[in-house]
């Protein structure tokens, strides 16, 4: 259902969103004005400060928003997939998968968009390969999807752990800044624009039956859900954001797990009001995490990962005890 | 106003033979309880009607089409369930919930109908339900969740209420009171119902046609007088039942 507060919540997160981007166009180690900003978009310059502007922080900023929003609708058709509070983008082995290929990259020397690839070859690898195995015997059931999830995890979690320990010191320092998610390398382009537009409007169209489907498998199909190929579609669609995510990225963690239910607990529980406010919510908040990771010990840049944690937590558990003590 | 046939249906579940060749037709304006020991098939039964349930052999038509032509959608509009497990939980309030129930109807991808609004409020006040409508599903009493999905299913206006255990954690009252309503919206629309329950005396004071389940795929189908009585019902249940004679209705009672 959706009341006059739930278009507040999306005018307020709109707001939020253009400060946010403001915010990290003016921070890192080469200072910018506010009229440099505005000046730039009306009027393209060719001073030092418009092209640092132009070259390094818009694509930065865009790519740290479209990672962010994708990160947070992933959670939010995770969750409701799985029906599983505990559920986040990564938590069916996604990630893992995406961090073998990269880390694998690394540990052969290449770098840009090879290990870009390799990146994304690793999360599709195992997408399939978690599909695969929780569909062997024809039914899949939603317990059966999370096991398998879980254990091909724990196994990528293995191989990963063998990459760290036998790669020399040089390449585990970049292993360890793409596993904790860094955004210094990323780019993004317009087939990432396109993706996230696709899946809003997508999820849009499949609110409703995501609301039934939040109140158990059953029951949707009792008022008409036809769950088998909702259920296909929600976690295709899931693990191709989780994996164009993470591919730009990195593993940034915290976004896909608190952001739906910082918005649930903001009164945001259907999701034809869930779904915008997230991409909003979690589009800001990696903006936000990655401008002070890179200025906060500027010129050296933290892991975009560790900053989404330091604030997020924090944040979570205020308003969780705020909404509880009502 | 529908008719739901059943012809010769035989299911059973992990090689265990639950009913064979049963056949019944529940007409507009029917009440039929579905009596049974702990795992003789009831659920299994009500999930095959509703098509959430393969079965081996037979047919089950509604309004002389296989329920296997419809598409969920098309069905959810005429055959209402309400299911044994409760609501999974993901936040959401009551009122949320109920109106939930009138999705199989609804129109438009975002706007929510006055209709349903109004629709819901109504089931919200006939499962008293109206002062708790803010209140999140996870600070409810069982009781209280289990009228929240009675509301849902009545929200959704079907017209066949298959009900698996309605009277699950209700309180003595409730458990008439909740029957009492459903059997009433039952009468306003010509609509049907299949119950399933453990509750021999609440089923017999509302309901008119029986299948009783035994073991090895067994059963028994017909009018109440003809079902309801103390062999059958010990022989059903594998335990002696009595039964005692009051002015308004018979009954059962274990010894």
């Known amino acids: 259902m959706i009341g006059t507060r739930h278009y507040l919540l999306i005018g307020i997160l709109l707001v939020f969103s253009c400060f946010s981007i403001l915010f990290s166009l003016l921070s890192g180690s080469v200072e910018l004005s506010i009229t440099v900003v505005f000046s730039e978009l009306f009027n393209p310059g060719s001073e030092l400060e418009n092209q640092v502007l132009r070259e390094i922080r818009i694509p930065r900023t865009l790519s740290a928003f479209t990672t962010g929003g994708l990160l947070a609708i992933s959670g939010v058709v995770m969750q409701v997939l799985l029906r599983n509070p505990l559920a986040d983008p990564y938590i069916l082995g996604i990630s893992g998968g995406a961090a073998v290929g990269a880390l694998s990259a690394i540990l052969l020397g290449a770098g840009g968009i090879l290990l870009t690839n390799a990146a994304f070859a690793g999360a599709i690898f195992s997408i399939i390969l978690v599909?695969?195995?929780?569909?062997?015997?024809?039914?899949?059931?939603?317990?059966?999807?999370?096991?398998?999830?879980?254990?091909?995890?724990?196994?990528?979690?293995?191989?990963?752990?063998?990459?760290?320990?036998?790669?020399?010191?040089?390449?585990?320092?970049?292993?360890?800044?793409?596993?904790?998610?860094?955004?210094?390398?990323?780019?993004?382009?317009?087939?990432?624009?396109?993706?996230?537009?696709?899946?809003?409007?997508?999820?849009?169209?499949?609110?409703?039956?995501?609301?039934?489907?939040?109140?158990?498998?059953?029951?949707?199909?009792?008022?008409?859900?036809?769950?088998?190929?909702?259920?296909?579609?929600?976690?295709?669609?899931?693990?191709?954001?989780?994996?164009?995510?993470?591919?730009v990225a990195g593993s940034v963690g915290f976004v896909g797990l608190v952001i739906p239910h910082t918005l649930r607990l903001l009164g945001a529980r259907d999701h034809r009001v869930l779904l915008p406010c997230s991409i909003l919510l979690g589009g800001s908040f990696l903006v936000i995490a990655d401008s002070l990771a890179r200025s906060l010990i500027a010129p050296q840049q933290l892991p975009v990962g560790v900053v989404t944690a330091v604030i997020g937590v924090p944040t979570f558990i205020f308003i969780l005890r705020r909404t509880i003590s009502k | 106003m529908s008719r739901l046939e059943i012809q010769s249906l035989t299911l059973s579940i992990a090689e265990k033979l639950l009913c064979k060749d049963l056949s019944f037709t529940i007409e507009a304006n029917e009440c039929w309880g579905l009596l049974g020991k702990n795992g003789a098939g009831k659920t299994s039964l009500i999930h095959c009607i509703a098509g959430l349930r393969e079965f081996d052999t037979g047919e089950i038509k509604l309004n002389d089409r296989n329920v296997a032509e419809y598409s969920r959608a098309e069905l959810a509009r005429e055959i209402g369930i309400l299911f044994q497990d409760g609501l999974e939980t993901l936040p959401a309030t009551v009122l949320e919930t109920v109106m939930l129930g009138r999705h199989p109807h609804v129109q438009s991808l975002f706007k929510d109908s006055n209709d349903d609004f109004e629709i819901t409020h109504n089931a919200l006040r006939d499962f008293s339900l109206t002062e708790l409508c803010h209140r999140h599903l996870d600070s409810l009493s069982g009781g209280e969740k289990q009228r929240v999905a009675i509301a849902m299913l009545s929200a959704q206006s079907p017209n066949i209420f298959l009900l698996d255990e309605p009277s699950n954690h209700l309180d003595i009252a409730f458990q008439v009171n909740v029957l009492k309503v459903l059997n009433s919206t039952l009468n306003k629309r010509n609509a049907s119902m299949l119950m399933a329950t453990h509750d021999i005396n609440l089923a017999s004071r509302f309901c008119d046609k029986f299948i009783l389940l035994f073991e090895h795929g067994e059963f028994l189908c017909g009018d109440k007088k003809e079902v309801l009585n103390q062999s059958n019902l010990s022989r059903a249940y594998d335990c002696d039942i009595q039964a005692i004679e009051t002015d308004k209705q018979t009954l059962f009672f274990p010894i």
């Open chain 1, 131 to 247: 599909f695969g195995i929780a569909n062997k015997f024809g039914r899949w059931s939603v317990t059966r999807l999370l096991l398998t999830g879980v254990v091909v995890s724990a196994g990528w979690g293995a191989v990963i752990n063998i990459l760290l320990t036998t790669s020399s010191t040089n390449n585990v320092q970049s292993m360890l800044f793409w596993l904790m998610g860094d955004l210094s390398q990323s780019q993004v382009h317009v087939g990432h624009y396109a993706l996230l537009s696709t899946g809003l409007v997508g999820g849009l169209i499949l609110a409703r039956s995501l609301n039934v489907l939040s109140r158990g498998e059953l029951v949707a199909q009792g008022l008409g859900v036809n769950i088998n190929r909702l259920r296909l579609i929600l976690y295709f669609a899931a693990s191709v954001f989780t994996a164009t995510a993470v591919t």
